[in-house]
């Protein structure tokens, strides 16, 4: 047991469901306290179509035919995820969040930052008050002159990359190892869905899309965060030639608690990155071996 506590930002609405209920169920049974925020302290919601995988086939537009799912069951949340964040609509800290002006670092032993697609996670991409504290977390030491654990997945790790350090004026990521959701896995999502899926809303899978003469994927969050980095290779993809390569890149194929082959995770000391929900089974077992190391 311990009695650390971990903080988890959320946007009001669209977070990725899978991303938050495992570290918060695997968080929790590994007898650590999970609190949570908010931009307003208002209680957040996932985002619905990757709960229920309903609106995400071609006839998805059709009020009671779009609950036939084909597309839908491969894109949305698996069971294990969707029975993890039903137990956490129950949970009294997801129920009463603090507001993000709210956060200091002090209070907190750890940091999860989860992603999603949806428009609804912009506004916690985008939060310069969020953004601040990101980067006192990164920077913060304990009283044994240690940096906190972090771990970041998906469209979380954007967050971190926005965060800029006031002595340095470049991201808190600026020299760090990192990957995050690949242009691979975030292209193929947008092809799926654009043109066999949401044609009425070709661009579901993309948060930030390009205009004018913006190259395609100039908006990607792997093209964006490698623009925030000391070098384009701190961006690290599974390399080919990796052991289990095709299961990793599958973009279909996820971890889970006792199969950790499907998924790529990156650490630089303290900080753990990783790509999609495919990933966070692992993600979270390691983030919470930071802290074995630190007893």
Not at 197 to 204: M, P, V
Not at 213 to 233: C, H, S, T, Y
Request: net charge positive.
């Amino acid at each position: 047991m311990t009695d650390k506590k971990i903080i988890i930002p959320l946007p009001n609405n669209d977070f990725d469901p899978s991303e938050v209920a495992i570290p918060w169920q695997l968080l929790r049974q590994h007898g650590f306290t999970v609190l949570f925020a908010s931009p307003d302290g208002k209680a957040a919601s996932a985002d619905p179509m990757m709960l229920s995988g309903e609106g995400l086939d071609v006839w998805g537009w059709i009020p009671v035919i779009k609950k036939i799912r084909l597309i839908g069951l491969l894109l949305r949340a698996n069971k294990a995820a969707r029975v993890a964040h039903q137990a956490l609509l129950n949970d009294s800290n997801f129920q009463s969040p603090c507001s993000y002006a709210q956060l200091l670092v002090e209070k907190y032993d750890g940091l999860v930052l989860p992603g999603g697609h949806a428009q609804g996670i912009k506004p916690y991409l985008e939060d310069k008050t969020l953004q601040a504290f990101v980067t006192e977390f990164f920077e913060h030491k304990d009283s044994r002159e240690q940096h906190k654990p972090i771990a970041a997945v998906c469209h979380g790790v954007l967050v971190a990359a926005r965060a800029i350090s006031p002595s340095t004026n470049k991201s808190v990521l600026y020299g760090k190892k990192t990957t995050a959701l690949t242009w691979a896995l975030e292209s193929s999502a947008w092809s799926l869905t654009k043109y066999f899926a949401r044609f009425w809303d070709k661009n579901y899978y993309r948060t930030y899309m390009e205009s004018g003469d913006e190259p395609k994927g100039f908006w990607g969050v792997e093209q964006e965060i490698k623009r925030l980095l000391q070098n384009e290779d701190d961006f690290l993809d599974v390399p080919k030639g990796a052991v289990d390569y095709a299961i990793k890149t599958s973009g279909v194929l996820r971890d889970s608690i006792n199969n950790s082959k499907p998924a790529w995770v990156v650490q630089h000391g303290n900080y753990l990155s990783a790509r999609w929900p495919g990933d966070i089974h692992t993600m979270t077992l390691k983030f919470i071996k930071q802290f074995e190391k630190k007893l």
